[in-house]
């Protein structure tokens, strides 16, 4: 199948249309050392994709201080991480956009094709402004949407719907393994955006948005 054959292409937005990551990666990385220890790049990778409560517990347990805090204490913690995330993400430009997003949704929009965010952020709106691209979108799923986080396919499914479009006929991109589980959960064809030595059981694996055509398939 070839991509432009799909009716939705739904995009996670850290990571894949744009290079927020590592401003997660360093605000949860300031908590961390406010707590006394260090978080690896290869911490970070099993925070990609998973909200942010979720994420706190992860660094917690990560710290070895799983049963540490009050509820209340772990609501300020994470808290005070989007305070900072905000901070570094306040001068977003355009230009932080990954190489080839505007091309391909460019791409996507002259063939007919729908396109949809699927994030886990609370904080998509505010980042998707700022790059300038919200019109690029017909439904944009963010964690203020959904009950349910990655690998749940929620997200997903509720893309999907919206446009009445069965899952079948939906393709993810997406950095995350939460997420590629949250996809293949919904029915649909992941398509990694990384390795297969990071990411598993994707029917695609590319650099970025602007590698997508230049790999093969990997469907029966
Ligand atoms: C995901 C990121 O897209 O959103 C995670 O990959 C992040 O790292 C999650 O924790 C929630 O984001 P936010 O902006 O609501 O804290
Ligand atoms: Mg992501």
């Given at each position: 199948m070839d991509i432009y054959g799909f009716e939705l292409i739904i995009f996670d937005l850290d990571g894949v249309i744009v290079d927020t990551a590592k401003y997660h990666y360093l605000a949860w990385k300031e908590l961390a050392d406010k707590l006394g220890f260090s978080l690896t790049l290869e911490h970070n990778e099993r925070l990609k994709g998973i909200s942010r409560t979720r994420s706190l517990e992860i660094i917690l347990e990560i710290g070895g201080l799983?049963?540490?805090?009050t509820p209340e204490q772990k609501e300020e913690m994470a808290t005070a991480k989007n305070t900072r995330y905000m901070e570094y993400i306040h001068?977003?430009?355009?230009?932080?956009?990954?190489?080839g997003t505007k091309e391909f949704l460019t791409e996507l929009k002259s063939r007919g094709i729908k396109t949809a965010i699927g994030s886990a952020s609370k904080n998509a709106l505010p980042i998707l402004d700022k790059l300038d691209v919200?019109?690029?979108?017909d439904v944009i799923i963010d964690g203020n949407a959904t009950d349910k986080a990655k690998p749940h396919p929620e997200v997903f499914l509720l893309a999907a719907e919206k446009l009445g479009i069965?899952?079948?006929n939906c393709a993810v991109f997406e950095d995350a393994q939460a997420g590629i589980e949250a996809a293949l959960a919904a029915g649909m064809t992941a398509i990694a955006v990384g390795s297969p030595e990071n990411l598993k059981g994707a029917s695609m694996y590319v650099a970025g948005l602007d590698h997508f055509q230049r790999v093969s398939w990997n469907m029966p």
């Open positions: 799983a049963d540490a805090f001068n977003l430009k355009e230009d932080e956009l990954l190489p919200i019109h690029f979108f069965p899952p079948e």
